[in-house]
């Protein structure tokens, strides 16, 4: 490793924090961002599902024949707000272009790099903590219709991923899991997913990491970045000065921004376009676990499952409304709807918690990795859309990996900033 860095890094989400505590544990002095405070946004209401089978872009074409239906339906998994479709007319055309098959391969294979090194980074990283917060028990993605010849065909194209699943019929998905409804006929079972029981205490288990070994964190909401010395010769040499509103400015020799759905005005500041768009969750939080012991995912009802510390989280809806409207707790209640449809002996099952936050989604499903173009000293770990738990230790190690000027895990080209300028 080079000498001790004033490392800033902008965000305490799950990838803010990945990335203060590998930076951290490589001895640089790392002071961590966010008005929120630490886990405090999508990291803390996310699904808990390290989706490390999610190998395949949501720039589908398969997707195009359904929207109409999607749309008008109100149980569907999406919805797109009329007031805001001409704002976000520019996303979804670049999101439709994304699904051209050349580009639909190319951004397949960049996915499944990241995942299949996204477990291992998380055990190295979180060392003793990782079997605490992280629980190895596979999930399920059940359907209930019996067109075996259809779901044989997609577990085929999961194994020509490299992805781990088996096909499970009625008895061995029910001896699995005993608690889902009669009504399921088959499921694939991904055998080396995980999820953590409580998304929120994983990002304190991070913090605690990352402040034992003298890291700092400030609550405050970056409000402009500044690159200094920009006429060195010498990237090294070259500082960057950090203005908050409540606790004035501090200057840094490398800066990560990894603030999510809020990152497009940092990187405006800087002169780079950043097309992300809040693609806003929701959650319903049941105060019981359904007698799940597993994530379960639907594919007729594209929802999820997660049993929690606290019940069982119910997770999964879509809304196109942007970053300040406010939440429409109607899409995290009709989730509800999805639960007692597949858990037996359900209908007694009464409205849990409801939440909502926005993922920071980019149109070609591929979030951004890697070192500021046109500034050597800011790097960027940002719009991992609905992968951010799943990613955010392996894009940990990337990072961390840039700054020591050393070889990456993965060819990192793919999650440049510089394919939208």
């Given at each position: ?11 305490a ?134 067109k ?40 694939l ?20 990491q ?45 800066l ?8 497009k ?7 780079y376009?950043?097309p ?34 606290g ?98 895990t ?12």
């Amino acid at each position: 490793m080079t000498h001790s860095l004033q490392i800033a890094v902008v965000g305490a989400g799950v990838v803010g924090l990945c990335n203060a505590l590998q930076l951290a544990r490589q001895g640089h002095s790392v002071t961590l961002y966010d008005p929120a405070g630490i886990g405090e946004q999508c990291s803390r209401g996310n699904a808990g599902h390290f989706a490390t089978e999610q190998v395949f872009p949501l720039a589908d074409k398969a997707l195009l024949p359904r929207l109409p239906m999607m749309l008008l339906d109100r149980l569907s998994p999406l919805r797109i707000d009329h007031k805001y479709l001409i704002k976000a007319f520019p996303w979804f055309s670049r999101f439709c272009l994304n699904m051209l098959p050349s580009r639909f391969k190319r951004h397949t294979r960049a996915l499944r790099a990241l995942n299949e090194a996204a477990l291992p980074a998380f055990k190295q990283l979180l060392q003793e903590d990782f079997e605490n917060n992280i629980s190895m028990r596979g999930s399920l993605l059940t359907f209930e219709h019996d067109k075996i010849e259809q779901i044989r065909a997609l577990q085929k194209k999961y194994q020509q991923q490299g992805v781990a699943v088996e096909l499970l019929d009625r008895t061995q998905l029910f001896a699995l899991e005993p608690g889902l409804d009669q009504r399921i006929q088959y499921a694939l079972y991904f055998t080396q997913v995980g999820h953590t029981p409580d998304p929120y205490q994983l990002s304190q288990a991070l913090f605690q990491q990352f402040t034992a070994l003298g890291g700092t964190f400030v609550k405050a909401k970056v409000e402009k970045i500044a690159p200094l010395n920009t006429d060195t010769k010498q990237a090294q040499l070259a500082k960057i000065k950090v203005t908050t509103q409540s606790h004035g400015c501090h200057t840094f020799e490398r800066l990560v921004v990894a603030t999510g759905a809020w990152s497009k005005t940092l990187c405006a500041q800087l002169g780079y376009k950043l097309p992300i768009e809040a693609e806003r969750g929701y959650h319903n939080m049941l105060p019981v676990t359904g007698n799940l012991s597993r994530p379960v995912a639907s594919a007729d009802r594209q929802f999820i499952m997660t049993p929690m510390q606290g019940g069982l989280r119910l997770a999964g809806t879509v809304e196109f409304a942007g970053l300040d409207t406010q939440p429409n707790y109607e899409r995290a209640d009709m989730l509800l709807t999805h639960a007692r449809a597949l858990l037996e002996g359900s209908d007694t099952l009464e409205q849990g918690e409801h939440w909502m936050g926005p993922r920071p989604s980019l149109p070609d499903s591929l979030p951004v990795i890697g070192q500021a173009p046109d500034h050597p000293n800011i790097y960027f770990a940002l719009g991992h859309q609905h992968l951010g738990l799943t990613q955010a230790a392996i894009t940990s190690e990337l990072i961390a990996q840039c700054i020591a000027n050393q070889p990456t895990t993965l060819d990192i080209g793919p999650y440049s900033i510089a394919r939208f300028q």
